[in-house]
């Protein structure tokens, strides 16, 4: 046999070796999908909605978010946005929002989030769908297409698009449509892990996301007051606020890191 058929039977040899040799180490990313809502960025000093003291109780919703309410007395809509952007522009992530950014490290995580605030951004979270929009972004009324960030916490009458239409801000009122939502679908249908943090699951359609996971996942639901839900297999609830919570779903989770890694260096 020739040299150079003894080169090409070693180089076969060798691609069909590297191609099924198996690797002594794997790990796999699992997807992990958070659904947080108002309860995640109260510790940060944003408040909720619903609570005792709740935002819609100094508020009448339909003067200040809703179609309405900006045809009827857009200056109003304006100010009661503006306070709250000055508000969140003042405000920082919680242990809660580090958390889950760290999370990334280990797994694939993905954020579906019924807050405004970009709280999870600021801790470093790279993959957030924000369900109902963006406080300090800001759109065209003409040409909703046309998205900007805001640079402060202000937006006035007159602050216009480049097409010449009234900027107002990036944000789903009641009455419409949450365009986002079946995205958020298929993200939390695609979840190996998911833990929802911070929401009474009471605003819909957002709320009905809790029962799309698939049968037999991990779900861990963390806050203060424990929300009406299904029954389901492997569902675990933590009775805290959003840090302390987040702290015990963490523990769990390297947990189960550490027992796999043990698994993978040292197979029965």
Same mark, same amino acid.
């Given at each position: 046999?020739?040299?150079?058929?003894?080169?090409?039977?070693?180089?076969?040899?060798?691609?069909?070796?590297?191609?099924?040799?198996? +690797?002594d180490k794997i790990k796999v990313k699992k997807n992990i999908v958070v659904l947080s809502g108002a309860g995640m960025s109260a510790e940060s000093g944003i408040e909720t909605f619903r609570g005792a003291n709740g935002m819609w109780r100094k508020y009448?919703?339909?003067?200040?978010?809703?179609?309405?309410?900006?045809?009827?007395? +857009?200056?109003?809509?304006?100010?009661?946005?503006?306070?709250?952007?000055?508000?969140?522009?003042?405000?920082?992530?919680?242990?809660?929002?580090? #958390?889950?950014?760290? %999370?990334?490290?280990?797994?694939?995580?993905?954020? @579906? *989030?019924?807050?405004?605030?970009?709280?999870?951004?600021?801790?470093?979270? *790279?993959? @957030?769908?924000?369900?109902?929009?963006?406080?300090?972004?800001?759109r065209s009324v003409s040409h909703p297409e046309l998205i900007y960030e805001l640079p402060d916490w202000e937006l006035k009458? &007159?602050?216009?698009?480049?097409?010449?239409?009234?900027?107002?801000?990036?944000?789903? %009122? !009641?009455?419409?449509? @949450?365009?986002?939502?079946?995205?958020?679908?298929?993200?939390?249908?695609?979840?190996?892990? !998911?833990?929802?943090?911070? *929401?009474?699951?009471?605003?819909?359609?957002?709320?009905?996301?809790?029962?799309? +996971?698939?049968? &037999?996942? /991990?779900?861990?639901? @963390?806050?203060?007051?424990? /929300? *009406?839900?299904?029954?389901?297999?492997?569902?675990?609830?933590?009775?805290?606020?959003?840090?302390?919570?987040?702290?015990?779903?963490?523990?769990?989770?390297?947990?189960? #890191?550490?027992?796999?890694?043990?698994?993978?260096?040292? +197979?029965?």
């Open positions: 046999m020739k040299t150079e058929q003894i080169d090409d039977y070693f180089k076969l040899y060798k691609l069909i070796d590297d191609k099924f040799k198996k +690797p009448n919703i339909e003067e200040v978010a809703s179609p309405q309410a900006w045809a009827k007395n +857009p200056q109003l809509v304006l100010d009661f946005y503006n306070e709250r952007r000055k508000k969140l522009i003042e405000s920082h992530p919680n242990r809660g929002h580090e #958390i889950i950014a760290e %999370w990334e490290k280990d797994f694939n995580v993905q954020i @579906v *989030t019924q807050n405004v605030d970009d709280l999870h951004e600021r801790a470093g979270s *790279t993959n @957030v769908l924000h369900l109902h929009g963006e406080l300090r972004k800001v009458l &007159g602050d216009k698009c480049e097409k010449g239409s009234q900027l107002r801000p990036h944000i789903v %009122w !009641f009455g419409e449509r @949450v365009e986002k939502m079946d995205e958020a679908q298929k993200i939390v249908k695609n979840a190996r892990i !998911f833990i929802v943090v911070g *929401t009474s699951l009471q605003v819909m359609p957002a709320a009905y996301l809790v029962n799309l +996971p698939r049968a &037999g996942i /991990p779900v861990y639901i @963390v806050d203060p007051v424990k /929300p *009406t839900l299904n029954r389901r297999e492997n569902m675990i609830y933590f009775k805290e606020k959003a840090s302390t919570g987040l702290e015990k779903v963490n523990e769990v989770l390297m947990d189960k #890191i550490s027992f796999s890694n043990a698994l993978i260096q040292n +197979p029965f």
